[in-house]
């Protein structure tokens, strides 16, 4: 494969949507405060219930950047994640480019999400590059988008993500 031509097999990956992961558990206080403790956030949004019962939410809300962190897999037991759903599927067909690096993360938040609320998401390939030379070496740039919804399938954010796929120079 030249640097100008992408696979037909590879281009059938593209615009492919997963199946569901869901998240292990619901969105709760506790996440939130040690979230908050960790970054040193103190938005009373987050934590104080009096102060958020006022607010135009009506209730606490868990920070925006936390959205990514209700569907992340448990570390113990291991979990085998299907082929099929979520970040696995950037199991492509590439040959000997086994190094990623994530090139840019781009948030959008749509919905609050609170206490009690269950994400659960999916995700979209959006495009893969013809192999590009870059100071790291030659790979191919792939653009996913996970897209974030609660218990009601409304959707509460997305993720765009942009990953170079290389090998080193040699």
Known sequence: M???ELSPELQNYI???????????EVNRAMIRHWCEMVEDANPLYTDEGYAAESEYGSVISPPAMLSTWVYPRWWPPVDMPADIGPTQLDLPLGDLPI???ISWTEEYLLPVRPGDRIHYNTRLDSISTLKKTRLGVGHF???????YNQRDELVGTTQYVLYRYRLKE
């Open 2 to 4: 030249t640097t100008s």
């Open 15 to 25: 615009g492919r949507v997963s199946g569901f992961v869901e998240g292990p558990d």
């Open 100 to 102: 990623p690096a994530v």
């Open 142 to 148: 792939i653009t996913t988008t996970n897209y974030y």
